[in-house]
């Protein structure tokens, strides 16, 4: 079992920056065997994949929505995963999630919800206009 907890989320300007901070525990954790994701949801949409980053960390992919202004990252001795956000805009409005995906392929990168094994709960993330 892994347990995840987001947080950074915040009230911001469009334009500002925000880090979001994923912190994973477990018994043992063993966080090398996850790739870790963000994804986000706004009301009454479904939750769409933002960034992704392999458990050695050698491959990262984004949405062309966020392609350029966000950075995924990761401190495995931490045992933390990192969502840097610049430039935002309100279309970035939504609830942030990180995801845990246990795999066998370092260079592995999930995209879609259904691959993810472990959920945290969630940061609110507002950029007002």
């Known amino acids: 079992q892994v347990q995840l907890v987001e947080s950074g989320g915040g009230l911001v300007q469009a334009g500002d920056s925000l880090r979001l901070s994923c912190a994973a525990s477990?018994?043992?954790?063993?966080?090398?065997?996850?790739?870790m994701g963000w994804f986000r949801q706004a009301p009454g949409k479904e939750r769409e994949f933002v960034g992704v980053?392999?458990?050695?960390?050698?491959?990262?992919y984004y949405a062309d929505s966020v392609k350029g202004r966000f950075t995924v990252s990761r401190d495995n001795a931490k045992n933390t995963v990192y969502l840097q956000m610049n430039t935002l805009k309100p279309e970035d409005t939504a609830v942030y999630y990180c995801?845990?995906?246990?795999?066998?392929?370092?260079?592995?990168?999930?995209?879609?919800?259904?691959?993810?094994?472990?959920w945290g709960q969630g940061t609110q993330v507002t950029v007002s206009s």
């Open positions: 477990g018994r043992p954790l063993r966080i090398n065997q996850y790739a």
């Open positions: 980053i392999s458990s050695n960390g050698g491959r990262i």
């Open positions: 995801a845990a995906d246990r795999i066998f392929d370092t260079n592995y990168v999930p995209r879609n919800t259904f691959e993810y094994d472990f």
